[in-house]
């Protein structure tokens, strides 16, 4: 479970604040080829009926309490350490102390969910309440994936616990990466808007049926010229897609031409609709629609065929920049439940996409 995070002293004679940040970049690219595994470990350990008899009790107290969450919580402590030194150097990203501000408060019993705070302050008062499986079901929630959960009923502490851990590494590596990944284009703006309820209004690509063609849409977007009186004031042509909030490995990809119109907004006959609202409701953990109409926008330029090329990108170049420039700023993406993405046509259907929308859960 020990993450070695090269915060320490040695053999730092004579390197530059820069030199010395890259070790601890180089540190998190390596801890996220391993971290997530070892949170998978600990999850079906914890699930394990077998390990979990009266007499292993005090044993995995040791293990995880004293253990793990310990030597998390010193790890921490000492990249703190490693980076307040660098900090009046200017090279380190200050979401970073955000990050392990949260994981620190995780560790120490303290989960930002409400839903598990009762549950996580009964297990760290009382470790034998995790001889129940129910307890340790919630405990433990399910494996996730790579920046967020896997479609599971449960979404545990552990879960948080690795969230967390991604969020300091992707502090690391993410401002340098996108920097790297823009090949041919750049990023010219990126914000993030929170927009009032709105509907989306559209239809589904399907082979076959015509919306794959530029002379295909034209009639199909008619349609929604004709209805301006329900424009949301966010009135491009947008190529809408969501796996209907689960995990990517259990329901596959779905796109959707279309435009975000008012709330209200009729659906016309053979059209589909999703809506969205401003934010979620304390209790409203159900996977798809409503989303939520927040979200990032980025805005491209450059060589259209660089900013989407798809090889050597998770998906293509403006998704994984996009996405990646938020993980870097630490801003929550609602995966896999309320996860949504849109490629934007600034100029129309007809033309080449030149922005990206990305779901997200911004704070108040």
């Known amino acids: 479970m020990e993450r070695h995070c090269g915060a320490d002293r040695r053999g730092g004679g004579g390197q530059t604040a820069a030199d010395k940040y890259k070790r601890v970049v180089d540190w998190a690219a390596k801890a996220r080829g391993q971290n997530p595994d070892v949170f998978d470990a600990l999850t079906e350990w914890v699930l394990d009926d077998s390990e979990w008899s009266e007499d292993k009790l005090s044993e995995n107290e040791q293990i995880l309490l004293q253990g793990v969450f310990a030597r998390f919580k010193e790890q921490n402590a000492r990249l703190r350490t490693y980076l307040k030194e660098l900090e009046p150097s200017a090279t380190v990203n200050e979401v970073v102390f955000k990050a392990l501000d949260r994981f620190d408060d995780e560790l120490s019993g303290r989960p930002g969910d409400e839903r598990l705070r009762e549950l996580v302050a009964r297990v760290f008062s009382d470790f034998s309440v995790m001889r129940e499986r129910g307890v340790r079901e919630q405990f433990a929630g399910g494996k996730t994936g790579s920046f967020g959960v896997d479609y599971v009923d449960v979404y545990g502490y552990i879960n948080y ?25 750049q990023i010219d703006s990126f914000e993030y808007k929170k927009m009032p309820a709105m509907r989306f209004i559209g239809k589904e690509l399907l082979e076959g049926d015509g919306l794959d063609s530029v002379e295909g849409r034209k009639k199909f977007f008619q349609t929604l010229d004709n209805m301006p009186e329900h424009k949301s004031g966010f009135d491009y042509d947008v190529l809408f897609q969501h796996h209907y909030g689960k995990n990517v490995d259990v329901e596959r990809w779905h796109g959707f031409w279309g435009r975000f119109m008012k709330a209200d907004a009729p659906v016309p006959e053979g059209f589909i609709s999703f809506d969205f609202v401003p934010a979620r409701d304390v209790n409203n953990f159900v996977s798809g629609a409503p989303f939520l109409s927040q979200f990032a926008f980025a805005i491209f330029s450059g060589d259209m065929e660089a900013m989407h090329k798809q090889e050597g990108y998770d998906s293509d170049a403006m998704y994984d920049t996009t996405r990646n420039t938020m993980l870097g700023q630490g801003v929550n993406i609602p995966y896999p439940d309320k996860y949504w993405v849109a490629e934007v046509f600034l100029d129309g259907y007809d033309k080449w996409s030149t922005a990206f929308m990305f779901s997200a859960e911004l704070e108040n």
Request: aromatic residues 8%.
């Open 161 to 185: 616990l690795k969230d967390c851990d991604a969020a300091v590494q992707w502090a690391l590596i993410m401002p340098d990466l996108v920097k790297i990944q823009q090949k041919g284009f």
